[in-house]
């Protein structure tokens, strides 16, 4: 095989749960060819977890400034009593641990013999802990996005190519940042398409669900749409751990003994998910992108003020919510366009549909069963509208885990932070005006090579920089931006400023 006819490239992902890294080896041909070769999940220490939380809170409370976030986890690490704590050991210690994981993965497919082959890449999404996009900021200048992840040391401490910091770019350009599974989403759809598996939704569903939808327009050809739908299983884990002291309801055992209550149904789709301008997000049209923080435990479904005239039990409030994972869910499909095809293959991806119950319920609502998952008397006549859209097509509603249409759900995150990798070296954008709001189709990510040296890369890396011509997309400006966070972390529009060369940048590939 040629060498330049493909790459192999590791995706990794923390979420915002902070219990592991995920670690996915990809093959990714010129040919548009991806095939998944060794995975693994990799435990994150429970300490390390928790001082990622605490930072993530100063941050909140810092209200995104870096600067006095950094000075107030200095000082909430000394209350903690965490010794000699700083943000760049925090920084250092996160940055070390993904890059274990990532070695672990390597040499286990060495030994394996699962690749006789050296890995080209990694594409590192970093750790979130803040999100700001234009539809929360509304003002000018204040739309922020901040992951911490220092791509340099893991490219030293790997010897691989790092591509990381997805989000700035499309932040620069006008966009929420979020969500930027959609084209990987359809780069796999690309393959499902031969299969009959089209129209196609991917539905991913954590703290927040998001949603891909492939399909065809009447003069456009294939689309691609994309959007959060609103909470998913940040509700059912919260009445879990803070009534229940469990990470979650485990096989939906409590769940089920439960029944859903549409009162309170109703106040979570009123007032569940109200952004910081008082609005309700689930109302909004997209491109748009949630933030858990929106997210509210209300006292109605924490058992602290009654529903009607009564208190709800603690299983008829955690079936309620996990319903609402789907409804909401479900909801969302009214934002496809009319002249489009609505998809009847629903490839469901992430932990929130290891919860029986709220798929049930999502594949109820699909097949137009109203009686055992009830609707809204205000929503009936939208929810009508979108079962006669379903039965229009004439074929079987196919709801299956992503594995069953051959990707792994489990890793599909992080496999997306490898795609947006190897775009990024093929000068390829990632985001669209119809997924993120962005201004133009924008290219993702910048470059780290090990000891900042380009010679140390693979040959078949050079190979696809010289064939895609991208090699002089590789620099970012480390003046203006710190490597240890995101380029769009808080104040990125003040430093832009500073250089004239760097915007006329930002609507370039490779920006």
């Not at 979420?15 to 693994?40: E, H, M, P, R, W």
Request: net charge negative.
């Amino acid at each position: 095989m040629n060498e330049t006819k493909f790459l192999l490239a590791i995706g990794v992902n923390t979420g915002n749960s902070l219990d592991a890294a995920d670690v996915v080896l990809t093959k990714f041909g010129t040919d548009s060819s991806i095939t998944d070769l060794d995975a693994l999940s990799v435990p994150m220490p429970a300490e390390l977890g928790n001082r990622l939380r605490l930072f993530r809170a100063a941050v909140v409370d810092s209200l995104g400034d870096m600067n006095e976030a950094i000075r107030c986890y200095a000082e909430r690490a000394v209350e903690a009593k965490l010794s000699l704590e700083t943000f760049d050991k925090l920084v250092y210690d996160y940055t070390h641990y993904v890059s274990g994981a990532i070695n672990e993965l390597v040499q286990r497919a060495t030994k394996n013999g699962t690749t006789e082959c050296q890995v080209d890449l990694i594409g590192f999404h970093g750790q979130t802990c803040a999100h700001q996009p234009p539809s929360i900021a509304r003002e000018a200048g204040t739309a922020y996005t901040l992951q911490i992840g220092n791509g340099q040391q893991l490219a030293d401490e790997t010897g691989l190519l790092v591509v990381y910091d997805f989000r700035s770019d499309d932040l620069m350009n006008g966009g929420e940042a979020a969500p930027l599974a959609p084209m990987h989403h359809q780069h796999l759809a690309n393959h499902l398409k031969e299969r009959d598996k089209f129209p196609i939704a991917f539905c991913n569903a954590g703290n927040t669900g998001n949603i891909s939808v492939i399909t065809d327009h009447p003069e456009k050809g294939v689309v691609l749409l994309g959007w959060d739908a609103g909470p998913f299983n940040d509700y059912p884990d919260k009445l879990m751990q803070i009534e229940r002291s469990q990470m979650c309801d485990l096989d939906g055992v409590i769940g089920n003994k439960g029944h859903v209550n549409l009162d309170l149904l109703r106040l979570l789709f009123e007032r569940g998910a109200v952004t910081d301008h008082g609005e309700n997000y689930l109302l909004q049209p997209p491109p748009k992108s949630s933030d858990p923080q929106w997210y509210r435990l209300l006292p109605e479904l924490m058992g602290e003020a009654p529903v009607g005239e009564n208190i709800l039990s603690f299983e008829d409030r955690l079936r309620t919510a996990e319903y609402f994972a789907a409804y909401v869910y479900f909801y969302s499909l009214h934002w496809i366009p009319s002249k489009m095809l609505i998809p009847t293959c629903f490839a469901l991806c992430g932990g929130g549909w290891n919860n029986p119950v709220s798929r049930r319920h999502f594949e109820q609502l699909l097949n137009g069963d109203f009686e055992d998952s009830p609707v809204l008397p205000e929503h009936r006549e939208l929810f009508n509208a979108i079962s006669e859209r379903l039965r229009v097509t004439k074929k079987n509603i196919e709801v299956a885990m992503a594995d069953e249409f051959g990707f792994s759900g489990q890793f599909m995150e992080a496999r997306l932070f490898a795609d947006a990798a190897v775009c990024r070296i093929r000068g390829e954008a990632f985001s669209l005006p119809e997924t993120t709001g962005c201004k133009s189709p924008t290219v993702l990510g910048i470059l780290r090579f090990p000891q900042n040296n380009p010679e140390l890369a693979s040959e078949r890396l050079k190979d696809w920089l010289s064939l895609y011509g991208t090699a002089n997309l590789m620099e970012d400006n480390s003046q203006l931006f710190d490597g240890r966070w995101s380029r769009a972390a808080r104040g990125w529009n003040m430093r832009l400023t500073a250089s004239e060369s760097v915007a006329e940048k930002l609507n370039q590939p490779g920006s």
